[in-house]
């Protein structure tokens, strides 16, 4: 029988006996803290993970939509372009509910992602795309580069072709039509009379129709995503800004064809249609290309997910050999054999349960499997966030994504032959897709305002006829009551307040993803920080050596053959002090670690040539080189010296006063990494290596503590890494050993007692980021981490969080400042529409003049 699952998380619980007090396990200590501290808070565990899986209820309201997929369903993440409010995420899944062989969807206008469950023998990903992007919209898969750039080009085509054919129309009304309504000065009595007859014309006719096709251009292929989104919105009977915008510009363009059809000298007015469209969509494309500039910051992340392995084919035996080199082993690798027989690359697809993998050093395991040879530290932080190398020998579980730092190991594939990473993955885009977008503020207002300017129009239409005017007066009054509701003021009030914080954001470097962090964020109660990478550098450093100069110099030596992290720190370390970096010459080797079970594989001297680098180091030879479970040891220039932990001195007979025993024992209780170093028999001395506090991170956790906000540190390390933490006064709650599953679980639980911020780095946070009501990543993190969050610090500040705060709580007040002019405006301009003291023209007048107030107040920096 197989073991239960995690009460927290769901991970699986083989092998391990972690069990509460009421008899529940789990599948680490982190899961049992996490669900001992927060077990009491009023949330339905199971509904909050349905809702986690399956984004929502279903559409009848009465549960979770994933409650019936079958077993052999499969799930697409696509990637879905112009979905950009409430009412599309709920088209979009019923359109690909009722398509055949889909099960169930969910939608995120937040993340511009659609999750769909589907059997892959009924329909492909293709058709799924293709069944998405009938409606309008453009969907593609998430990995898909070439559909981005795609749609990227269709966006920029819509737009050019707006402005151009735009002005096209614009030119005429400025040049032949505008001077026969207003007599301009420019033009004589002799010049205005001809075109006035001109107009009368047949030839006016023709000019009309000219007009006419140009604007549809503009009207059906430039403003197609505003019409689908005004469809959107009618089919889901949720009135938005895109119907106000949409009403607007098609009853001009009505008004105006049905004008030059049927009447003599008509008023047209295809310039209002034009303007409308285009000015719109100016706007929103300023917000996207800001968008695009933010992201473009984070160019540089390094994306962890591979897509071949290298596989033993033709029996070639899964046996690392000591000594031998291989002509693909990265550079830094140990001197340990990359493995024997014949390989080939595959794809990850393509792989088989039982098929054997050969991974060298510096590459990333493919995917989960079990070491059947070789013997290396592998470094699992991306994935569990542990932050020092593990040691993996034969039998050991070999996590996929995770890093050989030294050595090599021959992989066994896994009975499902997938990765770690990978589901780390899909669990980001599982909550990125259940993530529904709270409806934007103008759209809320929409709701009331659009049914509310269509009765006053009909009204106003109405009562004109039965006072005995004629239609076409009649018909006028009711589009002047549509154009001058001020639709571009109420549509650009919202983009461009969101591109304005996010111009302002990235002269902080501070990347916004999400636009409607504007709108979610208000007070946050809880701050959950990641310690690796978040709360700290990341990066080894030597926090204190207690041994003589003379010592330090022999140990560095040795350790500079070394890729661990401990080995490199007490290397730079040496090598800053000196003035210069060290180098023996030699490929690197394993570092020495006293709390044991983190020394790579042995790799010998290179010869007794290796020298150190200037200075007083150029006498250092580095003759012999050891590796040990717990240490290194050698010969440096003539002394016997070692480095590890103290059992390694004692298995070998030297002496370890008791001094350095407890000093060992007090740095691993702090969460540090201890190394005793020795000579010729005996122990002389300490150093400690740790992750370095990121500066600044106290004064950042205490302001938020004195503002109210609880703190709370997650982090994947050992509980003892975490004490630093959890002893200081600002801190509320420190839960260590805890998997990225569990993070993501831990925040669903704090979500519930109120809005909760995640501030994280590492691929190992996606999932808690993308759970988070708002997710933070640090610039330095993963691309994951990047992908996952709603905002990206570029250059590490931790300080500048706080600023992030500051930044949406002033969009937000400009949001509702742009909004409560263009209110304003129509309390003026919409009795005066109905009166008839305005007509068409005019309303579109005063229409652009509230438009450039708005976009004049938009420009104004947010903050000062």
Same mark, same amino acid.
């Given at each position: ?11 699986? =619980? ?125 969907? %593609? ?14 966006? =920029? ?20 039509? %505008? ?36 604007? =549809?251009?503009?009207? /059906? ?22 119907? *106000? ?9 009505? %008004?105006?064809?049905?004008? !030059? ?32 500039? @933010?992201?473009? *910051? ?20 899964? !046996? ?12 830094? @690798? ?15 697809? @393509?792989? $088989? ?77 599982? /909550? ?21 300017? *269509? ?70 109660? =809880? ?8 709360? #700290? ?55 020495? !670690? ?5 020394? $790579? ?21 580095? $003759? ?18 070692? !480095? ?47 992750? $370095? ?36 006064? &600002? ?75 500051? *930044? ?24 005066? &529409? ?21 976009? #004049? ?8």
């Amino acid at each position: 029988m197989s073991a239960p699952d995690c009460t927290l998380c769901e991970l699986p =619980t083989d092998g391990v006996d972690v069990v509460d007090d009421e008899g529940n396990e789990f599948c680490c200590p982190g899961c049992r803290d996490v669900y001992a501290a927060l077990g009491d808070v009023d949330v339905d565990a199971d509904a909050v993970r349905e809702r986690r899986q399956a984004g929502g209820e279903g559409e009848d309201g009465g549960g979770d939509p994933r409650d019936e997929v079958p077993a052999h369903h499969e799930a697409a993440f696509l990637e879905v372009d112009g979905m950009h409010c409430a009412t599309c995420e709920a088209f979009i899944e019923t359109v690909a509910t009722r398509t055949a062989g889909v099960s169930a969807a969910s939608a995120s206008y937040v993340t511009d992602t659609v999750r769909i469950d589907h059997d892959p023998d009924d329909v492909s990903v293709d058709d799924l795309s293709e069944a998405v992007s009938g409606l309008g919209y453009s969907a %593609y898969p998430r990995d898909d580069a070439f559909a981005r750039r795609q749609a990227d080009n269709m966006a =920029t085509a819509r737009l050019a072709a707006g402005v151009l054919v735009g002005m096209a129309v614009m030119l005429q009304y400025i040049v032949i039509i %505008y001077p026969t309504y207003f007599a301009f000065p420019f033009y004589d009595e002799r010049t205005l009379e001809y075109l006035n007859q001109a107009m009368s014309s047949s030839s006016g006719t023709y000019f009309f129709i000219v007009i006419a096709v140009l604007t =549809t251009v503009v009207l /059906l292929f430039t403003g197609k995503p505003i019409l689908r989104g005004a469809y959107v919105s009618a089919k889901t009977r949720s009135p938005n800004m895109d119907l *106000l915008v949409a009403i607007a510009a098609v009853s001009a363009y009505v %008004y105006s064809t049905l004008a !030059v059809i049927f009447v003599e000298s008509p008023s047209i007015y295809y310039d209002v249609t034009v303007a409308i469209i285009v000015i719109v969509t100016v706007g929103n494309s300023y917000e996207d290309s800001i968008k695009k500039r @933010a992201t473009e *910051l984070l160019s540089d992340l390094t994306a962890v997910q591979v897509d071949s392995a290298r596989r033993i084919v033709d029996g070639g035996a899964a !046996v690392a050999a000591e000594g031998e080199t291989g002509p693909d082993a990265a550079a830094g @690798a140990s001197d340990a054999a990359v493995g024997a027989g014949e390989t080939e690359e595959v794809a990850i697809d @393509a792989l $088989e349960p039982g098929d054997r993998l050969l991974v060298r050093a510096g590459e990333r395991v493919p995917v989960d499997g079990e070491a059947v040879a070789g013997d290396a530290a592998v470094d699992e932080s991306v994935v569990t966030g542990e932050s020092m190398p593990v040691r993996k020998t034969p039998g050991d579980d070999v996590v996929g994504g995770s890093v050989v730092a030294d050595g090599s190991l021959t992989v066994a594939v896994g009975p499902d032959a997938s990765s770690s990473l990978d589901r780390v993955a899909e669990l980001v885009w599982d /909550l990125q897709s259940g993530n529904h977008g709270v409806q934007k503020l103008a759209d809320r207002l929409a709701t009331v305002f659009v049914p509310v300017v *269509l009765g006053v129009a009909v009204v106003a239409a109405a009562a004109n006829l039965a006072l005995g005017n004629g239609v076409t007066e009649a018909m006028l009054v009711g589009l002047t009551v549509l154009i001058v509701s001020c639709p571009c003021a109420l549509g650009l009030a919202t983009p461009l307040a969101v591109a304005a914080g996010i111009r302002d954001a990235l002269e902080r470097s501070i990347v916004i993803f999400d636009d409607t962090v504007f709108e979610r964020v208000r007070d946050a109660e =809880t701050v959950v920080f990641d310690k690796t990478g978040t709360l #700290t550098t990341g990066e080894m450093e030597v926090i204190r050596a207690d041994v003589d100069d003379d010592l330090l110099r022999l140990a560095a030596a040795l350790e500079e053959r070394s890729a661990h992290p401990v080995g490199q720190a007490i290397a730079a370390a040496r090598a800053s002090a000196d003035g210069g970096p060290g180098d023996t010459g030699a490929s690197p080797a394993p570092a020495a !670690v006293a709390d044991g079970g983190t020394a $790579e594989s042995a790799s010998p001297a290179d010869g007794p040539d290796a020298a150190a680098g200037d200075g007083a180091r150029e006498t250092l030879a580095v $003759e012999r080189f050891e590796s040990h479970a717990r240490g290194v040891s050698g010969v440096v220039s003539g002394v016997e010296v070692v !480095v590890g932990h103290p059992a390694l001195f004692d298995e070998r007979g030297w002496t370890v006063p008791d001094g350095i025993r407890e000093a060992v024992t007090e740095a691993r209780d702090v969460g540090r990494v201890p190394v005793a170093v020795g000579r010729d028999g005996a122990a002389e001395g300490v150093v400690v290596v740790g992750d $370095e506090l990121r500066e600044g991170w106290e004064e950042t956790v205490t302001a938020l503590d004195d503002a109210g906000v609880d703190v709370v540190v997650l982090t994947g390390d050992d509980e003892r890494a975490a004490t630093v933490f959890r002893d200081h006064d &600002a801190v509320s709650s420190v839960f260590a050993g805890v998997p990225p599953e569990g993070k993501a679980e831990t925040i669903e639980r704090l979500k519930a007692s109120g809005l909760t911020v995640m501030v994280g780095d590492g691929t190992n946070d996606a999932p808690a980021l993308a759970a988070a009501d708002l997710g933070v990543a640090l610039g330095g993190g993963t691309a994951m981490a990047a992908d996952a969050a709603d905002v990206a610090i570029v250059d590490d500040d931790l300080g500048s969080v706080a600023t992030v705060f500051e *930044l949406s709580r002033a969009a937000g007040r400009r949001v509702k400042g742009n909004i409560g002019w263009a209110f304003l405006y129509n309390a003026v301009a919409i009795p005066l &529409a109905v009166t008839g003291l305005l007509n068409p023209l005019f309303a579109a007048l005063a229409m652009g003049a509230s438009s450039l107030l708005v976009v #004049t107040n938009s420009s104004r920096a947010l903050l000062e």
